[in-house]
T-cell receptor, first 114, second 113 residues
């Protein structure tokens, strides 16, 4: 089925470890974003991309890196995991004029940093 | 700066009762507004959206929302709630400069049988 695929679904990391959260979409969407969801805080934007080769910071970018080498993929890298990065991470994508269509979300990655 | 406020953190309604979830936004230009629903352990599903025209918009699962510019509100309603509607609901406004969504903090809906 077409959509946004995130892997892994669950992950436990030790403080200081690094890892990459994968996100892929097969809808040829130009815009992709990463959000983190924390209780009582809704979803906050980490990084976003308006097309291959173009990325920018969102509201809470510290401790995360992204790249966009293809239209389909938008991985999120944690360079040195910290307990404060324990969260649920969502990847989302939309097409041009996304304000008319809204974003399509992946099913999320639940990350625990111990 | 744009923002979205959902003043109710938790709401409990009885099955069959009507529902209204509140959402207020702050955005300088014409807002593009969305409601998403998140079932436990799941991603976010789009319920409905507003970007122009009729201020009462219909969505999936029997939900509707009314845009009121004078009150900067976009409240979500359902005439008769089903037990399967228990979930968390998020209001969001679409902002330019990268097509970003700014979310409210969410309202957790509990349905009593």
């Amino acid at each position: 089925n077409a959509g946004v695929t995130q892997t892994p679904k669950f992950q436990v990391l030790k403080t200081g470890q690094s890892m990459t959260l994968q996100c892929a979409q097969d809808m040829n969407h130009e815009y992709m974003s990463w959000y983190r969801q924390d209780p009582g805080m809704g979803l906050r934007l980490i990084h976003y991309s308006v097309g291959a080769g173009i990325t920018d910071q969102g509201e809470v970018p510290n401790g995360y890196n992204v790249s966009r080498s293809t239209t389909e993929d938008f991985p999120l890298r944690l360079l040195s995991a910290a307990p404060s990065q324990t969260s649920v991470y969502f990847c989302a994508s939309t097409q041009r004029r996304g304000e008319l269509y809204g974003y399509t979300f992946g099913s999320g990655t639940r990350l625990t940093v111990v | 700066a744009q923002s979205v406020t959902q003043p109710d953190i938790h709401i409990t309604v009885s099955e069959g009762a009507s529902l209204e979830l509140r959402c207020n936004y702050s955005y300088g230009a014409t807002p593009y507004l969305f409601w998403y629903v998140q079932s436990p352990g799941q991603g976010l599903q789009l319920l409905l959206k507003y970007f122009s025209g009729d201020t009462l918009v219909q969505g999936i699962k029997g939900f509707e929302a009314e845009f009121k510019r004078s009150q900067s509100s976009f409240n979500l309603r359902k005439p008769s709630v089903h037990w399967s509607d228990a979930a968390e609901y998020f209001c969001a406004v679409f902002t330019g400069g990268g097509n970003k969504l700014t979310f409210g903090t969410g309202t957790q809906l509990k349905v009593e049988l």
